[in-house]
């Protein structure tokens, strides 16, 4: 069974509808449409504005009246009545006669957040108290509360049967059952710091979920009165996209905001000590096909190259006859890949009386095989601490991976040290928290892998631009028998010093992932069919590799 919102696309998929940009909004938050308009909330200015989905064209409905709106969250509109939250307060307010005059319905012992109505129902999100609160419409008597679905600041909308939820600092929305308030699945946001969502149906009946965005961006400015004359400055950053998603109730995840993207990897040759290798092979993993890439196709860059299938993954295969550091090449591969961002929805309760591990998996998932310090004490004990009494395998993982984040924070370093001293120093890169969490794990029974292998720089909006990610970066994946192996991030989700921490990342990968080489290295040398290792010949001081994205066009989820 797959539920899907209806995605505006061309016969060739691409999609036809745009990003709503509204002229000169700083801050918009809540969103709702009234018919073909849409009216938003700029939260920082107090302004109602009604905006033209097609031309982007604004008008400041409250023009007289803003300061009664500023600090505005969450809006929402039942017939003629626009409600809001502003502060602790619930107010109401005309919109035909002009005045928005406010009218108010309750108040909270702590901020109120986002609103959202259904005939005489009104609920209202607070992050304070972690909750979404159900109000009597009439009366503004409380009528009940659900769990807020995530950590941060919440926004919601009503769509039949179901409450709609996106959380800025899960870079999430959720669909809940409006009844119980139980979280039906989960997508992830293409962009960061969602503040806003509505429903929008057409004349055909077609439903689009559009989002709104606002963040601060950085960016260089060119100061005439400053030596150097370069600085970096923040500037507001404000928008509403569609979000393009479609839910696989039986593969338990859903997809959502896809882009196809084309990714170059090279090498260019460029020795730094002498060196002669003979009859050599270089072997370069090419990207994987997953439930969230498709690869469309792989051409060589420079050099031709052999293909072969490790492991089920497929390998670029470079062949020389002879190589010595005088020598000057560049050699790759580019391909073009379809991906999009993945959230599973397996809870729990799923997870009790699970199948045993396949037989080979003891051998190569919970083991020693990369240099994990399993043997030290300082591991073995934060092993067991970790999990306490936890017998869960999904709890268990959550445990450990709340653990690793509460006595880590993330730092670069040249190289990656073994888990047991990356755990004393209390600092660690990505390699060195999936250390960490590697070995936790796997100590604990939990089948557990490296993946990765680089991240295309998150700027959907910035089409036909060459992107070059900073470093490359890892992850890892955790199995789960009966429903096989899923994604978790190694640091990206430690955002606040000792927690809560958000759960984005936590069976849930974004679309700017790139997934190659699972189950085997991504870069290898053979010379006359003899493996050579790293201590020999260095490929960082053998070649200079060079990694760049280039983002296309959106794309809706596939079939």
């Known amino acids: 069974m797959t539920s899907n919102l209806t995605i505006c696309a061309t016969s060739e998929g691409k999609l036809t509808t745009k990003t709503i940009r509204p002229l000169a909004a700083s801050s918009i938050h809540g969103i709702a449409f009234t ?24 008008k400041i409905l409250n023009s007289r009246h803003w300061q009664n709106f500023i600090g505005t969250t969450g809006i929402a509109v039942a017939g003629d009545t626009l409600w809001y939250t502003a502060e602790e307060g619930i107010y109401f307010c005309s919109l035909s006669q002009g005045d928005f005059a406010p009218q ?54 009503v769509k039949g049967e179901e409450l709609w939820v996106c959380d800025a600092q899960e870079q999430t929305v959720y ?15 293409p962009f960061e710091s969602p503040t806003g969502l509505a429903f929008y149906i057409d004349e055909t009946g077609k439903e689009t979920l559009y989002v709104a965005y606002a963040y601060s961006e950085p960016y260089i400015r060119d100061n005439p009165n400053a030596e150097p004359n370069h600085e970096l400055q923040y500037r507001d950053r404000t928008f509403i996209h569609p979000l393009y998603f479609r839910y ?11 882009y196809l993207v084309e990714m170059s990897y090279i090498e260019e040759l460029e020795a730094l000590d002498p060196v002669e290798l003979n009859d050599l092979e270089w072997r370069i993993a090419l990207p994987a096909e997953t439930p969230r890439q498709k690869v469309r196709k792989v051409e060589a860059i420079g ?21 010595t550091h005088c020598d000057r090449h560049i050699f790759g591969w580019k391909a073009l890949l379809e991906v999009w961002s993945i959230k599973y929805r397996i809870t729990p309760r799923d997870c009790e009386n699970l199948p045993n591990l396949p037989a080979e998996f003891p051998t190569r998932y919970l083991v020693d095989n990369d240099d994990l310090a399993m043997e030290t004490d300082i591991i073995r004990r934060a092993a067991v601490e970790a999990v306490s009494r936890e017998t869960n395998l999904l709890r268990k993982m959550y445990s450990i991976r709340n653990y690793v984040y509460d006595r880590l924070s993330y730092g670069i370093k040249p190289h990656i040290d073994t888990p047991d001293i990356a755990l004393k120093r209390g600092v660690g890169s990505c390699g060195e928290y999936l250390g960490v969490l590697l070995a936790l794990a796997r100590l604990n029974n939990i089948a557990c892998r490296t993946v990765g292998r680089y991240k295309c720089p998150p700027h959907p909006l910035g089409r036909n631009l ?11 994946e955790f199995y789960i028998p009966g429903f096989g192996w899923l994604p978790m991030e190694s640091n990206p989700d430690d955002t606040n010093e000792g927690g809560p921490y958000p759960t984005r990342f936590f069976m849930g990968l974004a679309w700017y992932h ?8 991504f870069e290898t040398l053979t010379s006359e069919s003899v493996f050579v290792p790293k201590d020999k010949v260095s490929i960082g001081e053998l070649a200079i590799n060079h990694v760049q994205f280039t983002i296309l066009e959106e794309l809706e989820p596939g079939e």
């Not at 696989?248 to 896809?258: C, F, I, M």
């Not at 492991?311 to 470079?318: I, L, M, P, S, Y």
């Not at 070059?468 to 890892?474: G, K, L, W």
Request: net charge negative; hydrophobic share 40%.
């Open 35 to 58: 018919q073909d308009i849409l009216l938003a909330i700029d939260a920082r200015n107090g302004y109602l504005l009604e905006i033209d989905p097609s031309t982007n064209n604004t």
């Open 104 to 157: 108010l319905l309750t108040e909270l012992s702590y901020p109120a957040n986002g609103i959202a109505v259904w005939e005489s129902t009104i609920y209202v999100t607070c992050q304070k108290t972690g909750d979404i609160l159900v109000f009597s419409g009439e009366t503004g008597k409380k009528i009940t509360r659900f769990y807020a679905p995530g950590i941060g600041v919440e926004n919601i909308t």
């Open 303 to 323: 050099l031709p190259f052999t293909e072969e299938i490790n492991n089920g993954q497929r390998v670029a295969v470079f062949k020389f006859d002879k190589l």
């Open 248 to 258: 696989y109730r039986d593969r338990h995840y859903a997809l959502s905001n896809g």
């Open 466 to 476: 060459p992107l070059e990610p900073d470093f490359n970066h890892v992850w890892m």
């Open 514 to 521: 790139a997934e190659m080489a699972k189950d085997i290295p």
């Open 175 to 189: 669909c809940l059952d409006r009844a119980t308030g139980q979280i039906v699945f989960s997508v992830l946001t």
